[in-house]
């Protein structure tokens, strides 16, 4: 019997400038280009086998088999690279995640850049970064950025073909830090599938949408020249008005928790007092705070005094995905 394996591994990523809101949904073709930071330490392993003798995918998430919408996911980025290697095989999926599930650390991006990797890679597609780009992008649009290494830029592109992640610095450039302040939350904040529809409701998303290629050029330069005033100034500024939008959307989103905004305020005093630290937050109420890597066990002490604040994750920049 024929079997086709491998295995891949990557990070989730920590977006400095979000991505929020499709102007296709489908291909998650997005309304502006986004530039993040992959996380060392934290990743996704994720095992393809396409087997004859199978009759259906199977999807298997820490040792829980996963049916429903979830598997029908992952089935849909499979049936692309069985139409690219011209067969039908089904396939067994297996995927572990190193980092706490349901701590609020977002964990489709780095699922869907392993999905990616290790299924063209087990069908024998010989497919360049660009194209495993775009593949994990179809699963989750900010998995894009978390296939190629260290601080990446996803463009919006002109059509499907032209909307991928591409590496602007090595995870060695800058010796940054995120440090990941898990807050205490509620009840499950509303997916990012589904936030992203919500955004074209609030009028302020295309106020957000003019000025992102601003931002993203000051974005972008502040790493080149690991300028992190420029930095902290422009990601802090980036994550509140995406809050602004999901605030003002219809039906409204709101994701911080009181310690959300008690640890903004705190990391905002930091900084006047010389920390290098900043806030981002994404669609729940974590705050990570991006700092050098030499202030982040300081940054991280200080966030474990702050109440509502659970546990703090300290990732490094991090590599491309890569196969196992
Ligand atoms: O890739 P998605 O659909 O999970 O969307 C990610 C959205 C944010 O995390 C809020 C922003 C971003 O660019 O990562």
Redesign the pocket.
């Known amino acids: 019997m024929k079997t086709h394996t491998a295995t891949a591994q990557s990070s989730p990523?920590?977006?400095f400038?979000?991505?929020?809101g499709n102007r296709d949904s489908g291909l998650?073709l997005?309304v502006n280009g986004?530039i993040?930071m992959n996380l060392d330490g934290l990743f996704t392993r994720t095992s393809v086998n396409f087997i004859q003798a199978l009759a259906a995918d199977k999807l298997v998430i820490n040792q829980h088999e996963v049916a429903g919408p979830g598997l029908d996911r992952v089935s849909s980025i499979l049936d692309i690279v069985r139409q690219a290697a011209g067969f039908q095989m089904k396939a067994e999926v297996f995927s572990e995640n190193n980092f706490p599930t349901g701590a609020g650390i977002?964990s489709?991006?780095a699922a869907?850049a392993a999905l990616a990797l290790a299924s063209t890679h087990a069908a024998g597609l010989d497919w360049s970064e660009p194209a495993i780009s775009r593949l994990a992008r179809l699963g989750?649009?900010?998995?894009?950025?978390s296939i190629p290494a260290g601080f990446v830029e996803?463009k919006m592109g002109m059509d499907d073909q032209d909307s991928y992640a591409f590496s602007i610095a090595p995870a060695d450039h800058w010796d940054l830090a995120d440090c990941i302040a898990v807050v205490n939350s509620g009840p499950k904040a509303t997916?990012?599938?589904e936030?992203?529809a919500l955004a074209p409701s609030s009028p302020l998303q295309n106020a957000r949408v003019a000025d992102t290629p601003r931002r993203l050029e000051i974005c972008r330069q502040a790493i080149l020249e690991r300028n992190f005033e420029a930095l902290a100034s422009v990601i802090e500024h980036d994550s509140d008005i995406?809050h602004a939008v999901m605030m003002t959307s219809r039906p409204a989103l709101f994701y911080w928790k009181p310690a959300t905004l008690a640890v903004m305020e705190a990391v905002r005093e930091w900084r006047t007092r010389g920390i290098p630290a900043a806030y981002t937050?994404?669609?729940?109420p974590n705050v990570h705070v991006i700092c050098t890597r030499a202030a982040s066990n300081q940054v991280a002490k200080l966030l474990r005094k702050i109440p509502g604040v659970g546990s703090v994750l300290i990732a490094k920049s991090g590599p491309a995905a890569r196969l196992i």
Request: no cysteine.
């Open positions: 990523n920590i977006a400038i979000k991505y929020w998650r997005p986004s993040s977002a489709s991006a869907f989750s649009g900010s998995a894009s950025r996803w997916g990012s599938t936030g992203h995406m937050i994404d669609a729940g």
